[in-house]
Nanobody, 124 residues
Framework: QVQLVESGGGLVQAGGSLRLSCAAS??????MGWFRQAPGKEREGVSC????????KYVDSVKGRFTISRDNAKNTVYLQMNNLKPEDTAVYYC???????????????????WGQGTQVTVSS
């Protein structure tokens, strides 16, 4: 139904920055979120942005360092990651909420469309 294509991952030293992009097919607007999963750990919600951009959330560990944004004209959501730490190393996934959902949340329930993931590796 919906295709999400992620890009922007890579290898960066601690303190560096990366910007992840997630391009969604179609022209419908919806809430979107970023999740990550490190080896041996459960997937966790990192950030999300609501359909109308009235609500944005961040997991405590990235507050002040990560910024989520969206460009509706390009149907793309971004995650600007600054001051990266080794603990940020993970596969990052973009996910999309149903268009009827007005808010967003960091739990993965309700996110029915997922991207393929992009690897982020932060070296010390």
């Amino acid at each position: 139904q919906v295709q999400l294509v992620e890009s922007g991952g890579g290898l960066v030293q601690a303190g560096g920055s990366l910007r992840l992009s997630c391009a969604a097919s179609g022209r419908t607007f919806s809430g979107m979120g970023w999740f990550r999963q490190a080896p041996g750990k459960e997937r966790e919600g990192v950030s999300c942005i609501s359909k109308n951009e009235s609500n944005m959330k961040y997991v405590d560990s990235v507050k002040g360092r990560f910024t989520i944004s969206r460009d509706n004209a390009k149907n793309t959501v971004y995650l600007q990651m600054n001051n990266l730490k080794p603990e940020d190393t993970a596969v990052y996934y973009c996910a999309r909420l149903d268009t009827q959902m007005m808010g967003c949340w960091l739990e993965d329930g309700g996110y029915d469309n997922w991207g393929q993931g992009t690897q982020v590796t932060v070296s010390s």
